[in-house]
């Protein structure tokens, strides 16, 4: 399994940005995804989550201004971010719970995507 995100890039204050992360490989079933952020210096920290039932959770930082969703059929997340702050600037991941055919459900991370928000 492996996951893939795009999107990131430089944008400038006030502006938006959609991430995307894609699931493949012998997938059966997946879980809960959600999105981390990592600034510069910091520590890797939840921004937003979505459970297999479409049901979505953000920090608090983000609410109102970002919008996770998942469309089943591609097996893909994605992140809306509008009124993007210089503080959102940080290296997103993605990260899913999946279950391969004959398996277990395994948590699995992409490679980080840059988002740098301009002042």
């Known amino acids: 399994v492996q996951l893939q995100a795009s999107g990131g890039g430089l944008v400038q204050a006030g502006g938006s940005l959609r991430l995307s992360c894609a699931a493949s490989?012998?997938?059966?079933?997946?879980?809960?995804m959600a999105w981390y952020r990592q600034p510069p210096g910091k520590q890797r920290d939840l921004v937003a989550s979505?459970?297999?039932?479409?049901?979505?959770t953000y920090v608090d930082s983000v609410k109102g201004r970002f919008t996770i969703s998942r469309d089943f059929t591609k097996n893909t997340v994605y992140l809306r971010m509008s009124s993007l702050k210089p503080d959102d600037t940080a290296v997103y991941y993605c990260?899913?719970?999946?279950?391969?055919?004959?398996?277990?459900?395994?948590?699995?991370w992409g490679k980080g995507t840059l988002v740098t928000v301009s002042s």
């Open positions: 990260e899913g719970s999946v279950r391969e055919f004959g398996g277990a459900f395994m948590d699995y």
């Open positions: 979505i459970s297999s039932g479409g049901s979505p």
């Open positions: 490989g012998r997938i059966y079933s997946i879980g809960t």
